[in-house]
């Protein structure tokens, strides 16, 4: 600290400004960095102004965990100059995000997302009547549009995207792009009520800035802005900040067009898409409850943004394991053949007597987690968690990643061993400790969505291929992008058409 101190005042005093001024400020920064409420979660104290900035590396999920054996689940940290808690372990997470769920419905103001995510959605949105408002009608607008139109919707895509890769004939290709245009497809049959063709150059330019905002997310810029926002307004950081804003206008501007497109078509009774449904509640409801034209945008840009890297990366994640464990593909291809049939067509009813299948996804789900640091949280009250005291407006990160691996309640958790989730009798035994999609009032919204996608796009694409790896390739279980979403790296494929 006092090497720190002498560095400052060394290097103002060669500006000549008064000591005094250095000292006051120098003081301002080390306090803030030092200084801890009462009770508050224990933690390691990195550096003044850059916190635990410089220890994170690539996968921060990992250090908190490291952490968290020395200090407790759940511990504080300073990044950049904000301090910041982190949950570890189970107990602790439910809680704070399940049995205060109202207290934690609050995410934090990051700068950087609030300034190029314009109109703000869903996602981001602090709190409040904004967030309550499209929470309620994204709630109900995909209980209204329903599970069996949501299932038509996907096994249609499905059937597209089974042909694509039949067209491939058993020769090595690389699965993302068709993956990503089927997944974006979904999420744009039941939020806008149609889909596209692999032609059609608007889909394709939304699936491009779908794909930059995700790059955009996972950039070391995007980093540092969130944590040190001052810098949004500093060169070259403004280039970055314009980029993005250019990006998601040009995204809104392209959902705006197919919205307007499909509110010609409402026929003012039934519901069959996100957009019926947001015309049937625009014409239902009064004052402050009224979600403007722009505000649907914003929610529609995140159920895309956060609707399809998710789904794809975990597919790939899935594929990736299938192909590099064989007798596991296998025995998952067995119950398939055992219980839809060699003709028969992947329905959500075959689940429940599906337990291995079963057991797979929720290890694929444990096993690489794809939003490992879920989103940021904040509380808008004073709550205890675990015997500390968490004051009014903390910032707190669920570390899902670390519940995933915990190793007091997973034997070898870096294995991917699906009958860890089946009894002795072969019974599926639903984990309660995955937790993929977060937990209380801001929990993933698609969550049942996301979960039927990924059964039936994994079942059919094992039904109708088997995949492996190509000669001489060895992909990396381990080799992936380090943002807000695990994206596995690029690698190619073999499917065989049975
Ligand atoms: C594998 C698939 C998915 C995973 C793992 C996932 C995970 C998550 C997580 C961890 C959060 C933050 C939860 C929290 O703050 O506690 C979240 C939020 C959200 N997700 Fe998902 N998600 C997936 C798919 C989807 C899909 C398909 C959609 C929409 C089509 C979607 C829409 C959203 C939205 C709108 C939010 C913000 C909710 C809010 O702030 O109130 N997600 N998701
Ligand atoms: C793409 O789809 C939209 C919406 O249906 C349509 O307006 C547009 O003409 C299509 N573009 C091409 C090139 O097919
Ligand atoms: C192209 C093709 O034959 N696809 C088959 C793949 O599996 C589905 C069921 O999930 C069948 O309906 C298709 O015929
Ligand atoms: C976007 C990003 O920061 N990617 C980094 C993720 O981590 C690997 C190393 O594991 C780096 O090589 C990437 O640059």
């Known amino acids: 600290v006092s090497l720190f101190i002498t560095i400052m005042v060394f290097d103002v005093t060669m500006l000549n400004i008064s000591p005094f001024i250095v000292f006051i400020i120098t003081f301002v920064f080390v306090w803030n960095w030092y200084r801890r409420p009462p009770r508050y979660p224990p933690g390691p104290l990195g550096f003044p102004v850059l916190g635990v900035l410089p220890f994170l590396s690539n996968r921060p999920e990992n250090k908190f965990l490291d952490w968290s054996k020395r200090y407790g689940p759940i511990i504080s940290v300073s990044i950049g100059w904000q301090k910041w808690l982190v949950l570890n372990e189970y107990d602790v997470t439910m809680e704070a995000l399940v049995r205060n769920r109202l207290a934690f419905h609050g995410r934090p103001l990051v700068e950087f997302f609030i300034r190029t995510t314009v109109p703000l959605g869903i996602a981001f949105a602090p709190g409040g009547v904004h967030w309550k408002t ?4 994204g709630t109900n607008g995909i209980k209204a549009v329903g599970l069996e139109i949501m299932e038509k919707k996907t096994n249609i895509e499905i059937q597209y995207f089974i042909e ?121 409801s009064v004052d402050e409850n009224v979600i403007t034209d722009d505000k649907i945008i914003g929610f529609f840009s995140d159920m895309f943004l956060a609707g399809t890297e998710t789904i794809t990366s975990q597919l790939r994640w899935g594929f990736l394991i299938m192909m590099k464990h064989q007798d596991c593909q296998n025995k998952v291809r067995r119950e398939i053949d055992d219980v839809i049939g060699r003709h028969g067509t992947v329905k959500l009813k075959h689940r429940s007597i599906m337990p291995y299948t079963c057991a797979v996804v929720h ?27 968490i004051p009014k407006g903390t910032n707190v990160i669920m570390n899902i990643w670390a519940l995933h691996n915990d190793d007091c309640r997973w034997r070898e958790p870096e294995r991917f061993i699906p009958e860890r989730h089946l009894n002795a009798d072969g019974k599926f035994m639903k984990p309660k400790n995955v937790l993929p999609f977060g937990v209380g009032a801001r929990s993933c919204i698609a969550e049942h969505l996301a979960r039927n996608k990924i059964f039936l796009f994994l079942v059919s694409t094992l039904k109708n291929f088997t995949l492996s790896v190509p000669n001489g390739d060895s992909p990396s279980l381990d080799a992936g992008s380090n943002g807000t979403i695990f994206i596995p790296s690029d690698y190619n494929i073999v499917a065989q058409y049975r």
Request: charged share 20%.
């Open 363 to 389: 290890e694929l789900f444990r096993f690489r987690t794809v939003v490992p640091l879920s989103l940021p949280r904040m509380n808008v009250a004073d709550v205890t968690v675990g015997g500390y005291r």
């Open 134 to 137: 499209l929470r309620k009608f």
């Open 164 to 284: 694509e890769i039949r067209g491939h004939k058993g020769k090595s290709f690389n699965i993302q792009e068709p993956l990503t245009h089927a997944v974006a497809n979904v999420v744009s049959s039941f939020c806008l009520g149609q889909r596209f063709d692999r032609s059609n150059d608007s889909f394709n330019q939304l699936i491009r800035s779908l794909m930059h905002q995700g790059h955009v997310a996972a950039n070391w810029r995007t980093m540092l802005l969130t944590f040190l926002p001052f810098l949004c307004d500093v060169w070259p950081f403004t280039k970055h900040m314009d980029e993005s804003i250019t990006n998601v206008r040009t995204l809104n501007g392209i959902i705006r067009h197919f919205v307007e497109e499909q509110s010609a078509s409402f026929d003012g009774d039934e519901v069959r898409n996100m957009v019926d449904a947001f015309l049937m509640h625009s014409r239902n």
